[in-house]
């Protein structure tokens, strides 16, 4: 069987990033053996959130802050060569602000075009297992992958996995028995939406919009401006939607030195400095999508179409999908008052969750260390450091904001220097484990 130096399950940011880094070090050492590699996908390509990708959305941070620059600003997979590439430079820099959702998913898939060993798309991974050598020692992993079209099953042999499967679409308990056609997460609003069945004629389309981040507002904004006669209810648990924490000190979170200064505490205290930090990235919306929503808002009172409604301090309590619709029951958060809400469809804008140990893993989960707490021991280099015995390395690549801190996992600020720190603890890995090969195996007497 051929054994890769590594094997990267996701080839999402985090994935691409990290295949930058290995073939820019590559083609600066002409002279060295070139790492091998394989990179798997579950989706049809490397597209940066495709299903979000709305008209008039840009992301929230700097253009710089792209999946190589702040790692080698040579490099060929920055956001620039991809502008130069395009032809469209020029006229980028007299734009301003930030980049469009559509051109930065544009630029992901383009720099994942530029990597030279292809990445494999249809192959989910579905397990990572160790393979032990007839000594007993594990050096290498088995990475087991399916196509979701055809059920097909694959294995790919590395020394190496980096798991970069990013977080998971997080379903309130309430809505989980309802999630289908009608109640969906906002990861999949575009595809959702566009087999939605059409609402009974003479009828205008009701949404329900749960959460209150820059997703739900977005969506809010898409939904309200997109159908003239469209319904929308938006359904926060507090007073209503929030600006994210925009202070030039307090930002300074996505700086690498606060890597460093997070990653030396204890768990406890992680903990508190990661409350702190929310605010500047999570359930909130940037300054345009809090004065259009509240534009929209005002609007709708001062024309009377009651098109638009802010319903806040609301949690829904029950969900029941039927063929026409979704009835919603909900409860005022401090007063309890109950309501009723009928809507065609509710898109869940309610955030990501982040495995400590992805499920890929359960196989390796006797063979990773431990902390006190029983979470994974993780090194700077984001690799899981495991016992006794086992040599593979396996590095939780987008997964670690636990560990980390706020800038180390969904964030871009920092994808370019977490692939930098993930693939030099790669290649001071890949040094111990050919020396480890080339030591004699021992005399048995």
Not at 302 to 326: A, F, I, K, N, Q
Not at 358 to 384: C, Q
Request: net charge negative; proline share 6%.
């Amino acid at each position: 069987m051929h054994v890769n130096d590594l094997v990267v399950a996701g080839f999402g940011p985090s994935g691409i990033a990290l295949a930058a880094a290995v073939e820019d070090h590559d083609d600066a050492h002409p002279e060295r053996p070139r790492l091998t590699a394989a990179y798997l996908e579950r989706a049809a390509d490397s597209a940066w959130q495709p299903h979000q990708v709305l008209p008039g959305t840009d992301i929230q941070h700097h253009f710089l802050r792209d999946l190589a620059t702040p790692r080698a600003a040579g490099s060929r997979f920055g956001f620039v060569p991809f502008l130069q590439q395009s032809g469209r430079f020029y006229e980028f820099t007299l734009l301003g602000g930030y980049v469009s959702r559509l051109e930065w998913s544009a630029y992901v898939q383009w720099a994942a075009e530029q990597v030279r060993r292809r990445p494999a798309y249809h192959r989910e991974v579905v397990a990572v297992e160790p393979v032990a050598d007839a000594d007993g020692v594990v050096r290498t992993a088995r990475v087991v992958s399916r196509d979701p079209r055809d059920g097909r099953r694959y294995e790919d042999f590395g020394r190496n996995v980096a798991v970069a499967t990013g977080h998971r679409p997080h379903v309130p308990e309430v809505f989980r028995e309802a999630v289908g056609e009608r109640v969906f997460h906002a990861s999949e609003f575009l595809l959702r939406t566009a087999a939605l069945p059409p609402a009974p004629e003479g009828r205008p389309l009701r949404w329900a919009v749960i959460g209150a981040g820059q997703t739900a507002g977005e969506i809010v904004l898409h939904l309200h401006g997109s159908d003239p006669n469209a319904q929308v209810h938006s359904l926060v648990r507090h007073a209503g939607f929030r600006m994210y924490e925009l202070g030039h000190f307090s930002n300074e979170v996505y700086f690498p030195e606060e890597t460093e200064y997070v990653y030396g505490l204890e768990r406890g205290a992680r903990e508190r400095v990661m409350a702190q930090a929310r605010a500047t990235n999570y359930a909130a919306v940037d300054p345009d999508v809090s004065t259009a929503l509240y534009t929209a808002h005002y609007q709708d009172k001062l024309t009377g179409t009651h098109r638009l409604s802010m319903e806040r301090r609301t949690e829904v309590t029950g969900v029941d999908v039927r063929p026409e619709g979704v009835v919603l029951e909900t409860a005022e958060v401090f007063t309890g008052e109950r309501r009723r809400l009928e809507v065609d469809a509710v898109v869940l804008c309610t955030g990501y969750t982040e495995p400590h140990v992805p499920e890929a893993l359960a196989p390796f989960a006797s063979l990773l260390a431990r902390e006190d707490d029983g979470l994974p021991a993780v090194t700077r280099g984001h690799r899981a450091e495991t016992v006794e015995g086992c040599e593979v390395g396996i590095y939780l690549d987008g997964l670690t904001e636990w560990r980390h801190g706020i800038a180390s996992a969904a964030s871009f600020s920092q994808m370019a220097v977490k692939a930098d720190a993930v693939h030099r603890d790669l290649r001071g890995q890949l040094a111990r484990q050919r020396e480890s090969a080339a030591r004699p195996a021992p005399v048995t007497v």
